[in-house]
């Protein structure tokens, strides 16, 4: 069973979106073009609520990019973005949802952030993904959408460390910053994942 995870592909991270990643309108198409190869196709959802922490708005004095700790995690403030609801926490224009069968909605507890599909920061609480796959009967876990080095990399490093066999897509996504991707892709290989692209699925 294989399934494909599409990962928080909303407006606010595209170009013209609070928290936009480079060119990551790019891969909106391709990957609409890929979901029959799957026999499941599932979303993630970035979705907090305007009070969540990890927006440098709610630290007065701070600005986006500034880093914080947050409950013993260190914290990146970002822009506030994908705020539930609104506009820009809606699905890209042009995403094909058709052939999505569930949302696994993460980043709704004020107090901390959750880059994974599976886990917030501190592996505290689950989003049910795991057990949603498993009850699947999942086996082999391909991931794409944005951003690659923060929420795309978290959610493969989670599935790697859960025992899916995972493959992170590496054209079918993109970075905010062009070292972090290169680091990530490393840190998929290094813990027993694959990266791949499109062309061989
Ligand atoms: C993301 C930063 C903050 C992501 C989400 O989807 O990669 N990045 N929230
Ligand atoms: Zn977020």
Redesign the pocket.
Known sequence: MKALII??L?KD?LPGGR?P?PRGDEIVESINGIVDKFDLVVATQ?WHPSNHL?FASNHPGKKPFDKVTLDGIEQ?L?PD??VQGSEGAGFAAHFDERRVEAIFRK?TDPGI?S?SGFFDNGHKKSTGLKDYLLGRGVKDLYVC???A????LYTALDAIELGFKTYYIEDLTRP?DHDAFEQAKKAILQRGGHVLTASSL
Not at 149 to 152: A, G, K, M, R, S
């Open positions: 990962v928080d909303q991270f928290l990643v970035d990890s990146i970002w973005h994908c980043g952030d880059y959408g944005l951003a080095e923060y929420c795309v905010i």
